[in-house]
């Protein structure tokens, strides 16, 4: 089994920062692209952020200069600092991480229960 256990979530005010953080454990032999996704009521899932193993990264527009994504690979844990934030930037937050649990075994995608991001104007 995997898990991918979220925190850091919560309200702040406009222009303030939150830095959320995703812990992966369990049966992994590698973990290979991590990232932070988010949905706000009424809209689609969409992507916040992805890391690659190598620490390659990649930002949405929205974001992009205000958040920054890292990861510990010691760890097996992805950050996500988000400054300047938005009422726009309002969502449940998830992780996503993609992990090969052991060799010969295919990398599958596996989620975070999700943290709630509230930023008030």
């Known amino acids: 089994q995997v898990q991918l256990v979220e925190s850091?979530?919560?309200?702040?005010?406009?222009?303030?920062?939150l830095r959320l953080s995703?812990?992966?454990s369990g049966s992994i032999?590698?973990?290979?692209?991590?990232?932070?996704?988010?949905?706000?009521?009424?809209k689609q899932r969409?992507?916040?952020a992805v890391i690659t193993n190598g620490g390659s990264t990649n930002y949405a527009d929205s974001v992009n200069g205000r958040f920054t994504i890292s990861r510990d690979n010691a760890k097996n844990t992805v950050?996500?600092?988000?400054n300047s934030?938005?009422?726009?930037?309002?969502a449940v937050y998830y992780c996503k991480a993609d992990i090969r649990r052991?060799?010969?075994?295919p990398?599958?995608?596996?989620?975070?229960?999700?943290?709630?991001?509230?930023?008030?104007?």
């Open 8 to 17: 850091g979530g919560g309200l702040v005010q406009a222009g303030g920062s």
């Open 22 to 24: 995703c812990a992966a």
């Open 29 to 42: 032999f590698t973990i290979n692209t991590m990232g932070w996704f988010r949905q706000a009521p009424g």
């Open 46 to 48: 969409e992507l916040v």
């Open 79 to 82: 950050y996500l600092q988000m």
């Open 85 to 90: 934030l938005k009422p726009e930037d309002t």
């Open 102 to 105: 052991r060799i010969g075994l």
């Open 107 to 121: 990398t599958s995608s596996y989620w975070g229960q999700g943290t709630q991001v509230t930023v008030s104007s």
